[in-house]
């Protein structure tokens, strides 16, 4: 806690400005950018999902997601359209209707996932989206999102402090102590994934003590020489 993740994602979705170095957009710096760059970007390559599910009471949970688009220039009939569609994504084809104090967490985290994936942004920036979730709910979403990477195969910049979570979810591991990234680790695992690898994979196993000792070790060694 306290590293750095949440902003330094909150950099790459243009949400904080960064103060020193630089952040390239399709190889392309970011120094010159506008306030009007900044929103073109926001609105049409970033989706986010938070922890906290941040959707209007007096809404639907069809105008909730609707509304992420109108700020985004599209048209009502395509909004209407893409809202829909994604929200049968999430298997909320019932829900429609339903306002958000009418649903569960998992239900809310949902809603959620599908407002950001309504623009089909380029990149999905995820904030410990599923840490608040008892575990049932928790699992469930892990496997929606695993599922719907398989159909769009879009890059997600995932935030957790469960290390099955990234080893489940993630291609690269980046670790964090405060201010930077001290290691990075790939994920040898192919995809599709499943839930059972983590519990019965020897592999996985090895991994996640690996992954384990190598933070451990850094941490160390910062402490005697901070």
């Not at 390559?45 to 700020?71: A, C, D, K, R, W």
């Not at 957790?160 to 489940?168: N, R």
Request: hydrophobic share 40%.
């Amino acid at each position: 806690s306290g590293c750095g993740k949440t902003t330094l994602q909150n950099i790459i979705g243009g949400l904080d400005r960064y103060s020193d170095g630089d952040l390239l957009i399709n190889g392309v710096s970011t120094k010159t950018y506008r306030d009007k760059d900044w929103d073109t970007y926001r609105n049409h390559s970033i989706g986010f999902v938070f922890q906290s599910y941040n959707l209007i009471p007096h809404l639907t949970i069809l105008e909730n997601v609707e509304l992420s688009m109108t700020l985004g220039g599209v048209p009502k009939a395509d909004r209407r359209k893409r809202a829909k569609e994604a929200l049968i994504r999430v298997g909320l084809k019932e829900k429609l209707n339903k306002k958000p104090n009418q649903l569960s967490g998992g239900q809310m985290q949902r809603v959620s996932i599908a407002r950001a994936l309504a623009n089909d942004p380029e990149v999905l920036l995820m904030d410990e989206p599923f840490s608040a979730l008892d575990p049932k709910n928790r699992f469930a979403l892990q496997e929606l999102l695993l599922k719907l990477w398989e159909e769009d195969r879009k890059t997600v910049l995932f935030v957790t402090h469960d290390m099955d979570e990234a080893i489940l979810l993630g291609d690269r591991v980046a670790f964090m102590e405060p201010g930077r990234i001290v290691f990075r680790h790939k994920i040898p695992f192919s995809r599709p994934r499943q839930r059972e690898m983590l519990l019965i994979s020897s592999e996985c196993c090895a991994l996640r003590r690996d992954m384990i000792s190598l933070f451990y070790k850094w941490g160390e060694a910062a402490e005697v020489n901070p």
